[in-house]
Antibody, heavy 123, light 108 residues
Framework: EVQLLESGGGLVHPGGSLRLSCAAS????????VSWVRQAPGKGLEWVSG????????YYADSVKGRFTISRDNSKNMLFLQMNSLRAVDTAVYYC????????????????WGQGTLVTVSS | SYVLTQPPSVSVAPGQTARITCGGN??????VCWYLQRPGQAPVLVVY???DRPSGIPERFSGSNSGNTATLTISRVEAGDEADYYC???????????FGGGTKLTVL
């Protein structure tokens, strides 16, 4: 059974930093592209960042480019999101999501999601 | 950046057919997927590649995509289908994944 377990969320002041982690199990992690998707309270889904299966390709939403960094450790089946210069508008539940099909770049259809970790940016 | 437009809400009686639209410039040239999300839960993929269903998704869920509109059709709607529905595409021109704003399906 595929499992994605996010951690690292919490309360942070504006301008602060936070590192999210996602522990993956139940599939060959190194064969799949994965992404972070967030959802602000009462709002819709927003794709944040994606990374290719090998980690060579990284992609970011305009709203986070230059502030967030996605990475992965395929030896440990882990996905990360380093978030710097956090703003109130970054407050959201952050989900780790796995691509439907194996492949280096993926197709960005997310067939498995974690339960999310809440990030609150507030003074 | 590419924009996907969904109606905020759709209402349907049990047993009837619900159609949720997703508008985008020449969206018919892109591959669309759909998710449902129940309150407090993570999204669930229900349609990908415009009209394919992942294993475990009932045949009542179907999709189509042409021109400037993609449509998710839910036949024989049940109370358990009540959820928020999101469309999504990969925009190759920007290397971005884009979600629609979401549609709340209410089963009357």
């Amino acid at each position: 059974e595929v499992q994605l377990l996010e951690s690292g969320g919490g309360l942070v002041h504006p301008g602060g930093s936070l590192r999210l982690s996602c522990a993956a199990s139940g599939f060959t992690f190194s064969s799949y592209a994965v992404s972070w998707v967030r959802q602000a309270p009462g709002k819709g889904l927003e794709w944040v960042s994606g990374i290719s299966a090998s980690g060579d390709g990284t992609y970011y939403a305009d709203s986070v480019k230059g502030r967030f960094t996605i990475s992965r450790d395929n030896s440990k089946n882990m996905l990360f999101l380093q978030m710097n210069s956090l703003r109130a508008v970054d407050t959201a539940v952050y989900y780790c999501a796995k691509d439907l099909a194996a492949g280096e770049e993926g197709n960005y259809y997310f067939d498995s999601w974690g339960q999310g970790t809440l990030v609150t940016v507030s003074s | 950046s590419y924009v996907l437009t969904q109606p905020p809400s759709v209402s349907v009686a049990p047993g009837q057919t619900a159609r949720i639209t997703c508008g985008g410039n020449t969206i018919g040239s892109k591959s669309v997927c759909w998710y449902l999300q129940r309150p407090g839960q993570a999204p669930v993929l229900v349609v990908y590649d415009d009209s394919d269903r992942p294993s475990g998704i009932p045949e009542r869920f179907s999709g189509s995509n042409s021109g400037n509109t993609a449509t998710l059709t839910i036949s024989r709607v049940e109370a358990g289908d009540e959820a928020d529905y999101y469309c999504q595409v990969w925009d190759s021109s920007s290397d971005h994944t884009v979600f629609g704003g979401g549609t709340k399906l209410t089963v009357l």
